[in-house]
């Protein structure tokens, strides 16, 4: 339990992060989902679409640290050649 005041604002202020946190990181499953599913459908322009609103908010969670850069890029790279491969098809 924390004792001194910094750390009980310390453990406050971990708490409202973790809050804010978990609504993006929510928030870019439910746009990774979405690829995923337009994937699953064959549809290759919903596919497309989809990535293309991914990639921006991907690329956000890095920037507020809530994913790793490399997590994204790599996330990002195995999307694209899916969404590509069900284009040529």
């Known amino acids: 339990m924390a004792n001194t005041p910094q750390s009980k604002k310390r453990a406050r202020q971990i708490e409202r992060r973790t809050d804010v946190n978990k609504a993006r990181r929510s928030r870019i499953r439910t746009f990774l989902r979405k690829v995923e599913e337009a994937i699953a459908s064959g549809n290759a322009d919903a596919a497309q679409e989809a990535l293309k609103s991914a990639q921006p908010e991907l690329m956000r969670g890095v920037t507020k640290g809530v994913i790793?850069?490399?997590?994204?890029?790599?996330?990002?790279?195995?999307?694209?050649?899916r969404v590509k491969a069900i284009s040529a098809a």
């Not at 490399?70 to 050649?81: D, F, H, Q």
């Open 68 to 81: 790793h850069k490399n997590t994204a890029a790599r996330k990002i790279s195995r999307l694209s050649s």
